[in-house]
């Protein structure tokens, strides 16, 4: 699909990305951009990008204006370059790491969001100052490994946080991750056999106390959905365990 990306004569829509009306005077080139694209290359990748366009089957071009997407030229167009099966350059997915998984989650671009929260993640430092700031961003973006990450600060530097931070507008499901977070460092080891994938058992608060990127990567090794809460990806590894042993007992 990359071999049209951006060609105007096969396209039959097009974006007409904008400078968000609040932006600074001075920020950015405030004319407008556009992008054009395929009707059916979004139906398949992005249907949330296609959905813009509505049902028309009108034979005029189609056009659609977008105009919250900042830094505008960049950010859009390395989220429709991955939509056309393109990749984002190390570099532009650290810098605009945060920018990126804004634009992706907006439009639902699941991987994307995904890549661009690993990369803001590596490239971090947590702080006493910024813990609070990335967990309200975590909490708002759905971002549970940036979330795990403040989470986990948290359970190591409490004490030195009770005296520098407010806690007042934090979501109440914090409490819960900071406790799995204490009670993990101290049970790793069950963390190790928390879910065996050869005879598809599993130890229920084994697989509450293994880390987001575990469970990830256990998800996607039996093909699975790895967006998602701690909660919704325990309940997919424990609902696939349970339908592998039935299906076992059915054979047998």
């Known amino acids: ?111 994307l969001k995904l890549e661009a929260e690993k990369a803001y993640v590596d490239s971090t430092d947590m702080t006493i100052d910024n813990v609070m700031d990335n967990l309200l961003y975590a909490d708002a973006m759905n971002c549970f490994l940036l979330k795990e990450l403040a989470v986990d600060f948290l359970a190591d530097n409490g004490e030195e946080l009770l005296d520098s931070a407010s806690f007042n507008d934090l979501p109440g499901l914090v409490v819960k991750d900071v406790l799995v977070a204490i009670t993990r460092k101290k049970k790793k080891a069950m963390i190790e056999v928390a879910y065996d994938l050869n005879k598809h058992t599993f130890c229920s608060r084994g697989l509450g106390l293994m880390s987001v990127s575990d469970l990830r990567m256990k998800l996607y090794y039996i093909g699975l959905d790895v967006d998602g809460s701690r909660e919704a990806m325990i309940e997919a590894m424990s609902n696939r365990a349970t339908e592998s042993i039935i299906n076992d007992e059915t054979v047998d």
């Open 1 to 111: 699909m990359k071999s049209i990306f951006l060609d105007e004569a096969s396209s039959d829509v097009c974006f007409e990305v904008s400078a968000p009306v609040n932006e600074e005077e001075g920020d950015e080139d405030t004319s407008d951009d556009l992008f054009h694209a395929h009707r059916l290359v979004l139906d398949t990748c992005a249907p949330m990008l296609a959905a813009l366009f509505g049902s028309s089957d009108d034979a005029e071009m189609a056009v659609a204006t977008i105009t919250d997407v900042k830094p505008k030229t960049k950010i859009f167009h390395h989220l429709l370059l991955y939509v056309y099966g393109g990749s984002v350059p190390k570099d532009d997915l650290k810098v605009h790491a945060k920018d990126i998984i804004d634009a992706a989650n907006k439009f639902s671009i699941v991987n």
